[in-house]
């Protein structure tokens, strides 16, 4: 996953996935362009998330989004996904970066530069800031603040997430403070007029913001 001059989307999948939940999938990433999409199946049996990356995986991959498993490197490369990411309670970085090899690895990294240049010095493809807004999906250790980005973006290169109870409606500082990738859930999976409309207004929105 690499990033372009324009903010892109990334979508997490919701807590709970629906039983038609690929058919929705589908919907999103066929309403604009998406950059990439993380499995995220907290505490689940190793076989449900091989059923699940098996049933997810080609609706992603055959749109050319990259397919991302959240904390399991190992059943990323097992499994055909294309990279995976951690969070700082998941496994070593540089671990994560040996078991992936070329795949791409992303690193959470809260609010902390520090932490984002740890992890890119071992080897991360793209470091992860947030919460940046208040958020229902977890509970994060601090709320990330855009002077973090606003750092980051400016004196490194390695491609920056941002992440935390995001919508289309506050979306705006933060792509214009140099956010590579805007990572969704509830503004998504969650708009009235279902993830395909969700998608669409973040699209506009992220475009509203490049423009202004």
């Given at each position: 996953m690499t990033a372009t001059p324009d903010c892109r989307l990334y979508l997490i999948t919701p807590p709970v996935l629906p039983g038609n939940f690929a058919d929705l999938l589908a919907a999103a990433l066929d309403a604009g362009d998406v950059a990439a999409v993380q499995l995220r199946l907290k505490d689940a049996p190793d076989l449900e998330v091989q059923k699940t990356i098996e049933r997810l995986?080609?609706?992603?991959?055959?749109?050319?989004?990259?397919?991302l498993l959240n904390d399991r490197p190992d059943l990323a490369v097992k499994h055909g996904c294309d990279g995976a990411h951690v969070g700082q309670s998941d496994m070593k970085v540089a671990q994560a970066r040996k078991i992936l090899g070329d795949l791409t690895l992303g690193v959470t990294c809260h609010n902390s530069?520090?932490?984002?240049?740890e992890a890119g010095e071992a080897g991360a493809d793209y470091v992860a800031?947030?919460?940046?807004f208040p958020t229902a999906t977890k509970e994060p250790p601090e709320m990330a603040e855009i002077s973090t980005l606003k750092s980051w973006a400016e004196i490194?290169?390695?491609p920056c997430v941002a992440i935390g109870g995001i919508t289309a409606g506050n979306c705006a500082p933060l792509v214009q403070t140099g956010a590579e990738f805007l990572a969704v859930v509830g503004a998504v999976w969650n708009h009235p007029g279902g993830p395909a409309e969700g998608v669409r207004a973040m699209?506009?929105?992220i475009a509203a913001a490049t423009a202004g």
């Open positions: 995986r080609p609706v992603v991959q055959s749109r050319d989004a990259a397919f530069l520090h932490l984002a240049m800031f947030g919460a940046f490194m290169e390695i699209i506009k929105a």
